[in-house]
């Protein structure tokens, strides 16, 4: 009798636990969709969108159809492409660090694409071809990855991978200062810094189709990782036990956080904190387990990078507050509050 | 399943840890790996679990390396219960004890019905139960260890490695843990646990296994093992002996003086 009622309250137990994941993961889905649709309502001329859609359907050249298809969509999808990468290679680097505090740059992969960016400015590449740019900012990532990969491959455990990313960084970020002090005027520095500010505005649809397939490869790494995340809850010594490859595993997430986060810097620039507190915030919900976070904070990474970059075009600051501004002022004070309740829990 | 290391030699940097170790354990033995602290007794257990690559030498299961078996198989079958297995996040119990179960799992898909009931099973053998729900890191440090004991039995594997499972324990809990390890070798498992209490290592493992400075010293049963000569020069400590109930306990007594021939003499008293 007893038998049978732990075993129905374990059934129990369990569907709650997965139908409330899967509930979860719903609910940021079509939050999602819908901060994508209130992206592509938020702008700087009123548009009809619904009116712009059936023109665009239609095959009408009006204005409104190009102005959705050329201004507002590409700004919309690209928010959540970015979003979606910075949330889930936040999740995946602190499962693998097991630090609450480790963001998606922590190996070295964001101040590399910045830098590829950087140079692609200051050499005049930018203004002669459409996509150099985001090229230049993979390019800086993969950089970044090979310099990873020969480290990972001569047995570097995941402490020397977190100070080859904070030497990467450190080496990065004196090079594009480099860049900006030898610039040929102060034009050319200008735009350079307001670049790194991170943003989302006047990019096309050239730019989701280039780095779209990259994230996607991206996000199925960091995704298929999450039985060894789970499995490195209980330290690298249980976690090899259970018959992950540890190595393995670091190669895996190096790629898939260089091709998402590399690619989401490459086109729109340093988002900070979205991949640092989308985790921290969705963390309680999944039962603090990494494997569940990933998805999660993946959709929690768009809503908050779409809710923020329609902020930027509803507040009314002018010039436009960057995105990464705007993603820090909001991210700083929450880790203040994160380091207090950290302290309050210990 | 029968785990067979041959002439292990493990080296951390300048340090020899382990220098031509054999060590055999077939279904049902209980083994008991003691030997003072830098034995080489944890590192012995994680080349045994295939955790630390021998430097040279190789571990068989069932007379196959580990690369034959494939790291999943193999972590089916050998389960190993780490010194320093900390949950780092505040999963509940019962999160923790499923872990166990991640060999056996698909990608995506939840915990199966033998999953469950595997997880119930060793919930229940380690007495986890009663606080399920609750997260590990409110719970004492006895309760964690058994947390992590039933996480290591929820594998359900044919070995059971475990380092020194009842360090945090109260007595109560030691005897009892002893117990369970005992029941699970007379199931028909391996098991090998790292132990410091000489008293429930001779009471509960049918054979010791004592290392002295990356080498057996001693194999077998515990009265041969923990001869006066083999734990003097193995810990540098005399023991003191009693008997109840037809089973020996020793009490680690004083340190032993060294002799000019570097031979260990038992102290007189005084």
Redesign the interface.
């Known amino acids: 009798m007893s038998v049978v009622a732990s075993s129905v309250a374990a059934r129990r137990w369990d569907w709650s636990e997965g139908g409330r994941y899967a509930a979860l993961v719903a609910i940021l889905a079509v939050a999602t969709i819908g901060c994508m649709a209130a992206s592509l309502l938020a702008g700087y001329a009123p548009l009809d969108v619904p009116a712009a859609f059936a023109d665009l359907v239609a095959g009408r050249d009006t204005l409104a159809a190009l102005v959705l298809l050329e201004l507002r969509l590409p700004r919309a999808l690209l928010g959540a492409l970015v979003g979606f990468s910075l949330g889930i290679t936040g999740a995946a680097m602190q499962g693998l660090l097991r630090n609450p505090l480790a963001e998606p740059g922590v190996v070295g992969i964001s101040g590399a694409a910045a830098l590829g960016a950087v140079v692609v400015f200051y050499s005049g590449l930018a203004g002669l071809v459409a996509l150099a740019l985001p090229l230049g900012g993979i390019a800086g990532a993969a950089l970044a990855t090979v310099v990873l990969y020969g480290l990972v491959g001569r047995g570097a455990g995941t402490m020397t991978l977190v100070l080859a990313g904070v030497a990467i960084n450190s080496f990065a970020g004196a090079l594009t200062s480099l860049a900006l002090n030898l610039s040929p005027n102060p034009y050319a520095a200008t735009e350079i810094i307001f670049w790194l500010m991170g943003s989302l505005a006047d990019r096309s649809l050239a730019h989701v189709w280039l780095t779209l397939p990259l994230m996607g490869l991206g996000w199925a790494l960091l995704i298929l990782s999450g039985p060894a995340l789970d499995g490195l809850t209980l330290g690298e010594d249980t976690a090899r036990s259970l018959g992950f490859n540890l190595e393995r595993l670091r190669l895996q997430l190096i790629s898939g956080a260089a091709l998402a986060v590399g690619s989401a810097v490459a086109v729109s620039g340093a988002i900070g904190f979205v991949g640092l507190v989308v985790p921290h915030l969705l963390r309680p919900l999944v039962g603090h387990r990494p494997g569940r976070l990933l998805l999660v904070s993946g959709f929690g990474g768009a809503v908050l990078t779409l809710a923020a970059d329609a902020a930027v075009r509803l507040l009314p600051i002018r010039p436009e507050l960057k995105l990464g501004v705007v993603t820090a002022i909001v991210g700083a004070p929450f880790l203040f509050w994160l380091i207090y309740r950290l302290r309050r829990l210990a | 399943m029968r785990i067979d290391a041959r002439d292990i030699h493990v080296r951390f940097g300048d340090a020899q840890v382990l220098r031509g170790v054999a060590l055999a354990v077939g279904p049902g033995e209980m083994v008991g790996l003691i030997g003072a602290n830098g034995a080489g007794k944890s590192t012995l257990l ?1 080349v045994l ?3 630390q690559a021998p430097g040279e030498g190789a571990v068989l299961y069932d007379g196959r390396p580990s690369r034959a078996i494939g ?6 079958r ?3 219960l ?1 010194q ?9 119990v ?3 004890v499923a ?2 179960r ?2 056996y ?1 698909r ?2 898909a ?2 199966s019905a033998a999953d ?1 009931a595997a997880v ?1 099973r060793a919930m229940g053998a380690a007495e986890v139960k009663p606080f399920r729900e609750r997260v590990v890191g409110t719970l004492s440090g006895g309760e964690r260890m058994r947390v ?1 004991l039933a ?1 290591a039995l929820a ?1 359900e594997g044919d070995i059971l490695l475990a380092d020194e499972p009842i360090a945090a324990l109260d007595p109560l809990h030691q005897l009892q843990v002893m117990a369970l390890l005992r029941a699970t070798a007379r199931r028909g498992a391996g098991v090998v646990v790292v132990l410091h209490d000489l008293t429930l290592a001779a009471r509960f493992c049918g054979r010791l296994v004592l290392l002295s400075g990356g080498r057996v010293l001693a194999d077998g049963p515990a009265e041969a093992v923990l001869a006066d000569a083999n734990v003097a020069e193995a810990y540098g400590v005399t023991l003191a002996r009693g008997e109840r109930a037809g089973e020996t306990y020793l009490l680690p007594w004083e340190p032993v003086a060294v002799g000019c021939h570097g031979h260990a003499h038992i102290r007189e008293e005084r």
């Open positions: 994680r679990a295939g955790v790291e999943r198989e193999l972590a089916r050998v389960a190993f780490a320093d297995g900390e949950a780092l996040w505040p999963l509940s019962a999160a923790v872990l166990g991640l060999p799992r990608p995506f939840g915990l469950r119930g992590l996480r594998v």
